[in-house]
């Protein structure tokens, strides 16, 4: 058996983009920082989201059914750290950020590099974790070209690309 501390180490060498996962509806209004996000499929175009079932947020994600992927700009690693600051409540978090709703009911914030706006259509359960399997029903764009990426457990800003919308 692999011992925790080498598989969390090894996993600090996987660089991943750094998202704030949200949600809104009828539960109340959730956000919290996230790297376990992935991509499963273009047809329909569908996400996954991992999520600890012991987080204080984890009944308003799963009883609003929604959710938006905001993957950060290189310049937002702040809210980064607001969105994992378990000492920030959940209104504060939205109050220092601006953010509006997309289709549905979940924020989008402002200026994230780009945003999946997603209904929850699957949850799996795994160890500690739900896994969220969540089909896009809108995307916006922010102005930013360049992302935030974590890796050797340190922030680190990726750019210069040129990129190709369709």
Not at 14 to 28: E, H
Not at 141 to 154: C, E, M, N, T
């Amino acid at each position: 058996m692999v011992d925790i501390n080498a598989f969390r180490d090894g996993m600090a060498m996987l660089a991943s983009a750094v998202t704030v996962v949200t949600t809104g509806g009828p539960q109340g209004q959730a956000g919290f920082t996230a790297t376990a996000v992935s991509s499963v499929t273009d047809q329909p175009p569908t996400l996954l989201v991992c999520m600890n079932r012991g987080s204080y947020a984890h009944p308003m994600f799963t009883g609003n059914g929604t959710l938006c992927v905001n993957v950060l700009a290189s310049d937002q690693q702040s809210l980064s750290g607001l969105f994992a600051d378990r000492n920030v409540t959940m209104d504060e978090r939205f109050a220092r950020v601006g953010w509006q709703a997309l289709d549905t009911g979940s924020p989008a914030l402002d200026d994230a590099l780009v945003s999946f706006d997603c209904r929850i259509v699957h949850t799996a359960e795994f160890g500690s974790h739900s896994v969220f399997f969540c089909e896009v029903e809108a995307i916006r764009r922010g102005g930013a070209s360049d992302g935030l990426v974590y890796f050797a457990r340190r922030y680190h800003g990726v750019g210069d690309a040129d990129v190709v919308t369709a």
